[in-house]
């Protein structure tokens, strides 16, 4: 049987993205098997909406969940640090992509593209054991290489291979205190 997201990602998350209560993310966010999602991806989710909704666009695809990511400071940080993008250009090249897509009134609820609950799902795979992080969203978002969010960090220099080298480089150095 294919895994797939919850019931509530298919529901949307119509208006959460003007919530700051804890207990709505805790309520949306809940897998099977119990809450699998760091705080950071809760609120990247959250972000991603928000950042449909201003586009005009129904849908949450990768480059609404690559924007909400990068709205968390540790995770801008991070690009910023291991691969000298700021961030606001990795933004930048995101929207332009998003603007060849047509807009509409926005509905009040907002359901994830096939694509973004992909990669959802994969990043929760990559994960593994440990709730499913900014950066296995970040990995995942960089490797799919066809959609929006991929192309505009690929755009940026920054790889599904050379996001995994540097979390093992930072990995290393940590661990060597």
């Given at each position: 049987?294919?895994?797939?997201?919850?019931?509530?990602?298919?529901?949307?998350?119509?208006?959460?993205?003007?919530?700051?209560?804890?207990?709505?993310?805790?309520?949306?966010?809940?897998?099977?098997?119990?809450?699998?999602?760091?705080r950071e991806v809760q609120a990247a989710i959250l972000f991603a909406d928000d950042e449909a909704r201003r586009a005009g666009q129904n849908r949450i695809g990768t480059e609404h969940l690559l924007l909400g990511l990068l709205r968390n400071s540790q995770t801008a940080q991070f690009l910023q640090d291991q691969f000298t993008v700021l961030p606001g250009q990795i933004a930048e090249a995101a929207r332009q992509r998003m603007e060849r897509f047509p807009h509409y009134e926005t509905l009040p609820w907002r359901t994830l593209t096939d694509q973004a609950q992909k990669t959802l799902l994969n990043a929760h795979s990559v994960a593994g054991n440990v709730p499913t992080g900014a950066l296995h969203l970040l990995l995942c978002l960089a490797g799919e290489r066809g959609g929006?969010?991929?192309?505009?960090?690929?755009?940026?220099?920054?790889?599904?291979?050379?996001?995994?080298?540097?979390?093992?480089?930072?990995?290393?150095?940590?661990?060597?205190g």
């Open positions: 049987m294919d895994k797939q997201l919850p019931h509530e990602y298919h529901l949307g998350v119509a208006g959460l993205a003007s919530r700051d209560a804890p207990e709505s993310l805790d309520c949306l966010f809940r897998w099977t098997g119990g809450d699998q999602m760091s929006l969010a991929g192309q505009a960090l690929a755009e940026s220099g920054v790889s599904s291979e050379r996001i995994s080298e540097a979390i093992t480089r930072t990995s290393a150095l940590a661990a060597k």
